[in-house]
């Protein structure tokens, strides 16, 4: 079964920091799909990258970067030079054939001016 | 502007009651989904359509129903057999087609208490 595991339940940086949020997944397909969202204190789900097992190419946008890795099953999100804006839960989350996805339980995290 | 409401935003319910949250799309998107999220944790799966008039169990269906009569539409009830239906229900839609897992994308979310 799939299962996605964000081990840091809670996090806090003062602004500017960088911060990485980790995200380790276990699956026993060959062809799988890992995203990131981001959950502001609004609520609704926010769609930040989404990733084919295939293409381990690290994605930058912006003050957000991904490193996927294949032999340590992760897929890791930084933020650079954290803003206050940041301050958010992140979902890592995991394609679950043929149409679903499994959520790890988030992180938390919280920048401070 | 192509989106997904959910409404209410807010829902209070008697124990007992029946309650339905709607959910509503216009980007014409085949699949939709329901989740529920409790404090501290992650969405777990409710149900999901790929088509109309087809829905199936997620990973907590038990005291929830759902029906898909039309493709921008897929309602949620919250029954009385829901025994701890306290939480933020959130809906989401996705293109659907072909066989790879797309994006799923997320409306703003009712927040069900029960008093």
């Known amino acids: 079964a799939q299962k996605v595991t964000q081990a840091q339940t809670e996090i806090s940086v003062v602004e500017k920091e960088d911060v990485t949020l980790d995200c380790v997944y276990e699956?026993?397909?060959?062809?799988?799909?890992l995203f990131w969202y981001k959950q502001p204190p609004s609520g609704e789900l926010v769609f930040l990258i989404r990733r084919n097992s295939f293409d381990e190419q690290n994605e930058i946008s912006g003050r957000y970067s991904w490193n996927f890795q294949k032999s340590t099953s992760s897929f890791n999100f930084t933020i650079t030079a954290s803003q206050v804006v940041d301050s958010a839960v992140y979902f890592c989350?995991?394609?679950?054939?043929?149409?679903?996805?499994?959520f790890g339980a988030g992180t938390r995290l919280t920048v401070k001016p | 502007d192509g989106g997904i409401t959910q409404s209410p935003k807010y829902l209070f319910r008697k124990e007992g009651q029946n309650v339905t949250l709607s959910c509503e799309q216009n980007l014409n998107h085949d699949a939709m989904y329901w989740y529920r999220q409790d404090p501290g944790q992650g969405l777990r799966l409710i149900y999901y359509?790929?088509?109309?008039?087809?829905?199936q169990k997620g990973d907590i269906a038990e005291g929830y129903s759902v029906s898909r009569e039309k493709k921008e539409s897929f309602p949620l009830t919250v029954t009385s057999a829901q025994k701890n239906p306290t939480a933020f229900y959130l809906c989401a839609s996705s293109i659907g087609a072909g066989g790879s897992t797309d994006t799923q994308y997320f409306g703003p979310g009712t927040r069900l208490t029960v008093l």
């Open positions: 989350a995991l394609s679950e054939p043929p149409r679903r996805m499994r």
């Open positions: 359509s790929q088509i109309v008039n087809d829905f």
């Open positions: 699956t026993r397909d060959t062809t799988y799909y």
